[in-house]
């Protein structure tokens, strides 16, 4: 099994900053790909990024592309989502998931392990 942590979510305002960090424990050398969905009231939880654990290659959704940049330290077995240039429609609650298969997938019924989640609010 694997343990995941989300941190940093908080109140902006639009044109605003806020960095998320998931820490991952447990058996973590399972992991291929970490991810990070959002979820808005009343909608479907979608994509926003993804990075291959070992490798670093990095995968985003058209709507945060040039916006947010997914890293990941290793050694802290931690994966962030720095996110710039926010605006309220990026506001909802923030996933980070984890991944054992070898294909990386924007689809978060082939994620195997989530976080709870932490609330990212936009003002305008």
């Known amino acids: 099994q694997v343990q995941l942590v989300e941190t940093g979510g908080g109140l902006v305002q639009a044109g605003g900053s806020l960095r998320l960090s998931c820490i991952a424990s447990?058996?973590?050398?399972?992991?291929?790909?970490m991810g990070w969905f959002r979820q808005a009231p009343g909608k479907e939880r979608e994509f926003a990024a993804a990075?291959?654990?070992?490798?670093?290659?990095?995968y985003y959704s058209d709507s945060v592309k040039g916006r947010f940049t997914i890293s990941r330290d290793n050694a802290k077995n931690t994966v962030y989502l720095q996110m710039n240039s926010l605006k309220p429609e990026d506001t909802a609650d923030y996933y980070c998931?984890?991944?054992?298969?070898?294909?990386?997938?924007?689809?978060?019924?082939?994620?195997?392990?989530w976080g709870q989640g932490t609330q990212v609010t936009v003002s305008s």
């Open positions: 998931a984890a991944e054992r298969s070898t294909v990386v997938t924007s689809k978060p019924a082939d994620y195997d392990y």
């Open positions: 990075v291959i654990w070992s490798g670093g290659r990095t």
């Open positions: 447990g058996r973590t050398r399972s992991i291929y790909a």
